[in-house]
Every structure is written in C-alpha cells, then in structure tokens.
C-alpha cells in the first residue's frame, strides 16, 4: 500500500541491468507515471467494490465486482511489491554489509508501522474488511527476498500461489476463529490472541500473506524493469492477459468437462447445487471455500484464494499495470490527478474507510458515494501534494523508515585506537579538514 513518495518530475528509476538478475545501478532515467496511475486504479476499484452491491435487485452481478472483485485488491499487493524494487535501486545493487542491512531494518520498520495503522483502523468497526494490517506483514515477510535476484523471485512466487492455498485449504475449520471472525483486528483483539492473530494474517484470515507473497514477489520484478518502455509496457499486458485468461479457461474446463463440478456436489451436500453455483460466482460466503474435496482448489471465483484465483489476479494486476503504463507513457497532464492520488493511497484508503464508518453518504447511491470520494479524494491529493508533499500517513512511514536506515547505514564515527591522544588531535590542531571516520571507512 505504502511506498516511497516522490513528486512525479524529481522521481528518477535506474534501468536494470541486463548482466545479472539482481537490482541494477546504472543511470536513471525518468520514472514511469503510470506507477501512482496504476495505483490510484486499485484504490478507486476497491472503493467501488465496498459502495456498489456484489448484485443488483435482479440477481445480476455488478459491474464493479465483476471487473474489481479481488482483483483490486492484487494489483495493490503487486505495485507494493513495485515500491519495494524502487527502494532497492536506491541502493544501487549494493546489497552487503551495512546496506543490505538498513535497507532490510526499514523494511521492518515500514511494516510495523503499516500494521499498527491497520490495526488502529480496526477500531473504527467499519463494514469492510481492512486489508491494511496484512500489507504490513507483507513487507515484513518481504525482508528476506530483499535484493534477491529475479529468478529466484520468479520461482518463488508460484510456490506460494500453490503451496499457501494447499496450507489454507488443510487448515480450514481445523483452527479456532477469533471472538468475532467478522471483524477487523484491533491493538486489543490481537495482544489478546497473538497466535491466532499471526495464523490469521499468514494463512487463514481475509487476505493471506503467504498466499498474497506471490503478488509481492513478481511486483519487486515488475519493479526493476524500464517502466518508461513501450516495449516492456506491451509484455505485461501480453503476459499477464494470458495468465489471466489461461488460468480461467483452466478452471472452466475443470469444473466443466472434467466433471469437477459434480464432484463439488457430490462431496458437499450440504450446499444445494445452486448455492455452489453462487460461490463459483461470487467467491466463499464467509472467510473460506469449502473444503470437502480437493476440486475446491479449482475454482476462480473472486477472492476464493485458491492457486488459480491467485495466479488469475496475478495476470490480471500485470496486464492491468502495462496497459496503464502505455495509456500514460506520454505524461500527460490528464493524468495527473490520478498520479496524486497514487501517491498517498494509504492515507485515503484510511479515510475511505473513516467514511464508510460514519454513513455520512448514502449507501443506497452507490453512484453518488464513488465520485464523491473519488473527487474528493483527488482534489485533497492534488493541493497537499503541490504544497506539502507526500501524503500524511506516508510521509511518517517514510521519514521512520529512512531515519532507522540512515542510522544503520552510517556508523558512530570513534577516535581510532593505538595511537597517542596528541596524534588524533593533531589534525585539528594545524587546521586540516580530516573527517573522523568510523570502523569500515565512512566517514
């Protein structure tokens, strides 16, 4: 959700290397707007999806689950892995030492904050399902893949679109649910139950980190690419709209042809054919799909977490992020409202849902509450980010996180030893600028 906030003309973006697949340092090059456009994409789709009903009176599912349903909520998790790869070619691939570590220690620090906000949000007893505490075990869990190379990224990220929903799927109904399992987390609920707190926000809550990882992961390569070519812009459409469509047909032919759907009815007779019809529509009624049979596992629908709802949302977030990087490789002005509200998501999400929590617009026009908030939203982004900056929230994430790296970075400096006091003095005494330097060189 987070990132490191730059005003779009002072931003820059290395190229990445070509030799290795580790984060590159070469010479920057503009950064691609359509990074915060993309951005702002995912927040107006997730806001869409909690005014706008899942179905109308008719029985019809609404456009905006349809086109949103899950997928905004990918899209976020892919571009955080974006700005984790931003971070990175900040380092300029010197990923050793005291670097690497700073870098890492303000990656914790990011997502400890993150996680405190999610959970300050908890308390406000919105409708929604607050998807901010698991974005910041998400950074958290991402420490150790920091400044690893693409490859291993590449292969992680489909261990975990597998291997997580097998773990959730075995895991289902064998855990106990927290008091009441319909509500976000708070400081108070989460010190109380600790353990199901982190079994919760790793596998079995409403967005499972170690399922989501997999958005992170391909987002960090994402990230290291020329995001200003035309060329890479195209691939991921390419790539990602035949994963995207591949993994549906997929499941389509499972569930069809391949008799997968009368093994859902059969091995669950507790749901009426129609009720499993639904919940291959619609997503789980609750937390979780059933888990009566392994089929379970083929399903698509939105927010099912399954390996090919995931792999599904992931193709749909990358082709969603080249075509945006297209629409907006030239930089135009009629983009920039969107670029601002890109560039503070955490702060509107969270007053997104400060919103919803006061009922203060009608919930029966769901028109009416998307382009008031959506308006409102870019006008607040526009005049704080030309006159402050970046956004409220994330200035105070990005300002923590950099004073813990800057302290890690560079190390107290201390007279060095073995020598006579007059002689560690005797620079200053002639009047010669000679910087005290610490352990490793810095100065």
């Known amino acids: 959700m987070s990132a490191e906030r730059q005003k779009q003309e002072s931003t820059a973006e290395p190229t990445?290397?070509?030799?290795?697949?580790?984060?590159?340092?070469?010479?920057?090059?503009?950064r691609a707007m359509g990074v915060d456009v993309a951005r702002s994409v995912a927040l107006i789709g997730m806001v869409a999806v909690h005014v706008f009903p899942a179905e109308h009176v008719d029985g019809a599912m609404s456009w905006p689950f349809a086109v949103f349903g899950g997928r905004a909520a990918a899209l976020f998790a892919v571009l955080a892995g974006v700005s984790i790869a931003f971070v990175e070619k900040r380092s300029r691939g010197q990923f050793h030492g005291r670097t690497l570590a700073a870098d890492r220690a303000a990656l914790v620090v990011r997502g400890l904050l993150i996680l405190l906000m999610g959970l300050l949000l908890g308390h406000l007893e919105t409708p929604i399902e607050t998807i901010i505490p698991y974005f910041g075990i998400l950074f958290i869990l991402a420490v150790p893949f920091y400044g690893r190379s693409s490859r291993f990224l590449l292969i992680a990220a489909p261990i975990f679109a597998i291997f997580g929903p097998v773990l959730r799927h075995l895991l289902n109904g064998t855990i106990p649910e927290q008091v009441d399992p319909e509500a976000d987390y708070t400081l108070v609920t989460a010190a109380r139950q600790p353990v199901l707190?982190?079994?919760?926000?790793?596998?079995?809550g409403f967005y499972p980190t170690l399922l989501w990882m997999a958005y992170l992961c391909v987002g960090m390569v994402i990230g290291r690419q020329v995001l200003t070519s035309r060329k890479v812009a195209l691939k991921f459409v390419g790539w990602g709209a035949a994963l995207a469509i591949s993994t549906w047909v997929l499941s389509k032919v499972l569930l069809g042809p391949a008799g997968g759907m009368q093994r859902l009815v059969e091995a669950t007779p507790s749901l009426t054919t129609e009720d499993i019809a639904e919940q291959l529509a619609y997503g789980p009624e609750s937390v979780f799909m059933p888990n009566t049979t392994w089929w379970w596992l083929a399903v698509v629908s939105p927010y099912s977490d399954t390996p090919l709802n995931v792999l599904h949302n992931l193709g749909a977030a990358v082709a969603a992020i080249g075509v945006v990087l297209?629409?907006?490789?030239?930089?135009?002005?009629v983009f920039s409202p969107f670029a601002a509200v890109g560039t503070?998501?955490?702060?509107?999400y969270?007053?997104?849902?400060?919103?919803?929590?006061?009922?203060?617009?009608?919930?029966?026009?769901p028109v009416v509450s998307l382009w008031v908030q959506v308006i409102s939203f870019m006008l607040f982004a526009m005049v704080w980010r030309s006159s402050i900056g970046k956004g409220p929230l994330e200035a105070i994430i990005s300002e923590a996180s950099d004073w813990v790296r800057q302290r890690i970075r560079t190390p107290r400096a201390r007279p060095r030893t073995g020598k006579p006091v007059a002689d560690q003095a005797m620079p200053v005494s002639i009047g010669l600028k000679a910087?005290?330097?610490g352990p490793d060189g810095a100065a």
């Open 350 to 365: 969270s007053a997104h849902c400060i919103v919803l929590m006061l009922e203060v617009l009608d919930e029966e026009r």
């Open 326 to 333: 297209l629409l907006t490789h030239s930089g135009s002005k």
């Open 344 to 348: 503070m998501t955490l702060t509107l």
């Open 435 to 437: 910087p005290l330097r």
């Open 197 to 204: 707190f982190i079994l919760d926000m790793l596998v079995t």
């Open 16 to 30: 990445e290397s070509r030799t290795a697949g580790t984060p590159a340092a070469s010479s920057p090059t503009r």
